[in-house]
């Protein structure tokens, strides 16, 4: 079931370092607050700190009780307060009214504000101009980089998205720029890197801005090269229903820091269970990667081979019995209690999966991809909007429709209408959003049309036209999308059956349809060694690509080998666990490994929650 890994596969870094790095500089802030004191940790903060150093730990250092950022009075009775957040305008807001209702009562109180990653200029300007600048202290915890997995690393900034590509903001490119110098300074000289994307370029040169600032120390590579990416270049693939084992897990039950909360439906109880999903459990690193339709045949096969191991009890004598024992039992109930999880998982996601309407959804998808039978998607999408199925989904589809068609432009009036009938007219600004985002394109004024768009230019206006469909059936426009998927063979012919058994391309992730552009971007560009070659690609993704030697690699030819068949790519704007795996099916192929870092894991929910209007 699982793949084959070359022999001569290259051993990953112990990323476990960066936990230990993080735990110390933690430990020692607080303690710059001597005594008992309370916590107070914003929400985001809470899981990813509990990766770090846990209740227990705290505990050891003087930190008495914990409290939730929840933006309302405080009761804690603590004359010492700690309070760990991000830098956000609101919660430093709520901070003062806490210090300034001190103060009207006349309670003397000490304060320290623990800004992670970082802290920034507005937010002590706000301090400053609410007259509390002088009683409280502040401090950074430089937290930018929390290991999910072995080849996982996450800067959990889920916010990056909508903060630099919708409001172009740029206060995390830096945040960005100081994690890939925290794994330069820790993890050696990276002999190359490459990038594309405007955001890529500013984080790689505040990189190098630092590494000029520090100093530079001699160090042993276990990383070669560094491919940065915005997930603007690639917007169609986070928006692909995901069916690999983990894309469904996050999609279904919402994989948080790495860890997911199985509900009784899951568990066959009356409780949740929350569960760690790593290389760790042998079950799950053996499904992770895999198509969804191969998993319950895996699974059925481990349920046998298990009952086998328990079976071996029954013809041994007293001293076998006491290996079995001492030596496997343990082992055989930690992975049979893993196996119940997912295959009760595994039997959930069947019942909402396997459904006429998942099955009709990504036929859908797969056509649009394929850029066949639009008028029956337009058809499809329209009842997806007039059942109210979902507006998230809805606006799903037609974003892919949006990237994957440029003529859906034409449509754009008629589809908003709809939409705002549909869910809401609230909905209108978060339309504008995608719009401005690049995710649907209108039909720009002044724009030379052919007697035939203008009659459907006419026709979809008319409120009273009825169907979409008619308004798109002889359109004939190609989009960036399309050419990009003749150039680098993005969509493998449909004429060819795909055997998700054994898989030929990192097509499989997606069942055979697609094969996802930012991942066949980093296999060309590693190929070629640089962008020779891709100069037509990269125009029509909007260039700012770069290719720089950045360092050596020592001068021990094995450690350089091995190094540089290790790959960081780092997603700016989030990354899915379909290309993750994607790229864990490109390292088995080429004998690398690919270290996965990213601002976030996101997937086509999350991405366009981040764009909803109410989005706090």
Not at 258 to 269: A, I, Y
Not at 362 to 387: D, P, Q
Not at 390 to 405: A, D, K, P
Not at 542 to 569: C, W
């Amino acid at each position: 079931m699982a793949h084959s890994v070359r022999r001569d596969a290259p051993e990953l870094p112990d990323f476990s370092l960066l936990k230990r790095l993080a735990r110390d500089q933690l430990i020692y802030l607080l303690e710059q607050l001597p005594g008992r004191k309370d916590l107070f940790i914003e929400a985001d903060l809470m899981s990813p700190l509990d990766r770090i150093a846990n209740v227990t730990t705290l505990k050891q250092h003087d930190v008495d009780k914990l409290y939730k950022v929840e933006h309302k009075p405080i009761v804690s009775t603590s004359d010492q307060l700690c309070f760990l957040i991000r830098p956000r305008i609101k919660t430093v807001k709520w901070i003062c009214d806490v210090v300034n209702a001190d103060k009207a009562f006349g309670r003397f109180r000490r304060y320290k504000i623990i800004f992670s990653p970082q802290k920034f200029y507005a937010c002590e300007n706000l301090l400053e101009e609410q007259g509390i600048f002088g009683d409280v202290t502040t401090d950074e915890w430089s937290f930018y980089l929390l290991p999910l997995d072995d080849d996982i690393i996450s800067l959990e900034l889920p916010e990056f998205f909508r903060d630099y590509f919708l409001e172009g903001d740029q206060r995390w490119v830096r945040t960005a720029g100081s994690a890939l110098h925290l794994l330069h300074s820790v993890y050696g000289p990276f002999s190359k890197v490459y990038g594309i994307g405007r955001c890529s370029k500013m984080a790689y040169e505040s990189w190098r801005e630092q590494v000029e600032e520090g100093e530079q120390r001699a160090r042993q590579a276990e990383i070669g090269n560094v491919f940065l990416i915005d997930r603007d270049v690639d917007l169609v693939t986070p928006l692909c229903s995901q069916v690999v084992y983990e894309g469904l897990v996050d999609d279904i039950f919402r994989i948080k820091c790495g860890c997911v909360e199985f509900c009784p439906d899951v568990t066959s109880s009356d409780k949740s269970i929350k569960v760690m999903l790593n290389s760790q459990d042998k079950v799950f690193n053996e499904i992770r990667n895999e198509h969804f339709s191969q998993v319950f045949g895996f699974l059925s096969q481990k349920a046998r081979n298990l009952q086998t191991a328990y079976d071996k009890r029954s013809g041994m004598d007293i001293k076998q019995m006491k290996t079995f024992v001492s030596e496997e039992l343990k082992g055989l109930k930690q992975e049979h209690r893993l196996l119940s999880l997912h295959i009760g998982a595994s039997e959930s996601m069947m019942k909402k999966k396997t459904k006429q309407d998942f099955q009709e959804l990504l036929k859908t998808e797969h056509s649009l991809l394929e850029g066949f039978e639009i008028r029956e998607c337009i058809s499809y999408i329209e009842e997806h909007i007039n059942r109210q199925v979902s507006m998230v989904e809805s606006m799903r589809l037609l974003c892919l429709l949006s990237l994957t068609e440029n003529a859906f432009s034409l449509i754009y009036s008629s589809m908003s209408y709809f939409l705002s009938q549909s869910y809401g007219i609230e909905h209108l600004l978060t339309f504008s959003n995608l719009k401005q985002l690049g995710l649907l394109v209108e039909q720009q004024p002044g724009e030379t049309l052919t007697v035939m768009e203008s009659r459907v230019g006419k026709l979809v206006n008319d409120k009273t036209a009825g169907k979409l469909t008619d308004a798109f059936s002889s359109l004939a426009k190609k989009s960036n999308f399309r050419a990009l998927g003749r150039r680098l063979n993005l969509v493998p012919k449909s004429d060819e059956e795909y055997d998700l058994r054994v898989p030929r391309d990192m097509a499989y992730i997606f069942s055979g349809a697609y094969i996802p552009l930012s991942c066949k971007l980093i296999e060309q560009v590693l190929e070629r060694d640089g962008w020779t070659g891709l100069e037509e690609v990269t125009r029509m993704l909007n260039g700012h690509e770069f290719a720089v030697t950045a360092g050596s690699n020592g001068s021990d030819a094995r450690v350089k080998t091995d190094s540089q068949r290790i790959i960081l790519v780092m997603f700016l704007g989030g990354c899915t666990f379909s290309e993750i795996s994607a790229l864990r099916f490109l390292g088995r192929e080429k004998g690398l490994k690919f270290i996965v870092v990213t601002t976030a894991i996101t997937n086509s929910a999350r991405l366009l929650e981040s764009m909803l209007d109410n989005h706090a």
